[in-house]
């Protein structure tokens, strides 16, 4: 099936509800998905595990913990790369994604590579699970940073582990909305306030309709919202840029990675009975 061209749109910053930025962002998905898959396919792996475009792996990190025997949701699934890993190291990997398109991928690999992963279409917002399902949840640059109510999400996480559960998850680093979004040396002048939380918001220029939604917190934000539904930071890895790795994500290259961090990836176990 061939994707659409992207359609013109208009930047701006402006406040941006929990609705507005659900009926934005699964769509823009949906429009992405093939081209992502593409793109990026090879460099995620069919039964991969990456952090980030940095390239750093969960199995040099051990941010989950042990999987084996274990419940595992991810939450911002795309195709199940990451969950379909989880399964070949013995855990029970689900995946939830506001992408329809992206989940039709996941059913593709699962039949490619065998490992199959089931998935469902969800939001962070609203799990549709029972409490107490999963020893682990996470979410690899997945939901977290593309809705308005993160205090609901994390308390619907808080929900659905078991207590003492692990959370992990991997942001754009947050320094990072200081600067353009620019691979080269632009990239690297900061040109924006870190302490304005105003959202990114592209708008459909033909409908008026805002057509992508991003929203930015600081860090002092993550550990607040962690710490408000009981859980304990326990990681905080901030990956640098790998010898050798030439790869150019979206604003991610090696120029800008040489000096100043891309990703944050933290990892947080909530309170036991």
Request: glycine share 12%; net charge negative; aromatic share 10%.
């Amino acid at each position: 099936m061939e994707q659409p061209p992207h359609p013109p749109v208009r930047v701006e910053r402006r406040a941006v509800d929990e609705r507005e930025s659900r009926q934005a962002n699964g769509p823009d998905w949906d429009r992405y998905a093939d081209e992502y898959q593409a793109t990026h396919g090879e460099f995620l792996g069919d039964t991969g595990f990456l952090w980030g475009p940095e390239g750093v792996t969960e199995a040099e990190l051990g941010i989950l913990g042990p999987v084996e025997g274990r419940d595992v949701l991810e939450v911002g699934s795309g195709a199940g790369q990451c969950s379909r890993w989880v399964r070949t190291r013995g855990g029970r990997g689900y995946g939830l994604d506001l992408s329809f398109r992206q989940l039709q991928h996941g059913l593709r690999i699962d039949e490619e590579s065998g490992v199959a992963v089931p998935s469902v279409l969800g939001t962070a917002t609203a799990l549709p699970f029972a409490a107490a399902s999963f020893d682990v949840v996470f979410c690899s640059f997945g939901a977290l940073q593309f809705i308005a109510d993160l205090d609901v999400a994390v308390a619907e996480v808080a929900r659905v582990l078991r207590p003492g559960g692990r959370f992990a998850f991997s942001i754009t680093h947050p320094t990072r909305w200081m600067f353009p979004d620019d691979p080269g040396p632009e990239g690297l002048v900061a040109s924006q306030s870190y302490w304005d939380r105003t959202p990114y918001v592209e708008v459909d220029e033909a409908t008026g309709r805002v057509s992508y939604v991003e929203h930015h917190r600081t860090l002092g934000d993550w550990v607040a919202v962690l710490a408000r539904h009981d859980f304990r930071i326990t990681d905080l890895a901030e990956p640098e840029w790998p010898e050798g790795h030439e790869r150019v994500w979206g604003g991610w290259s090696r120029t800008r990675g040489r000096f100043t961090p891309g990703t944050a990836i933290f990892g947080a176990d909530l309170a036991g009975p």
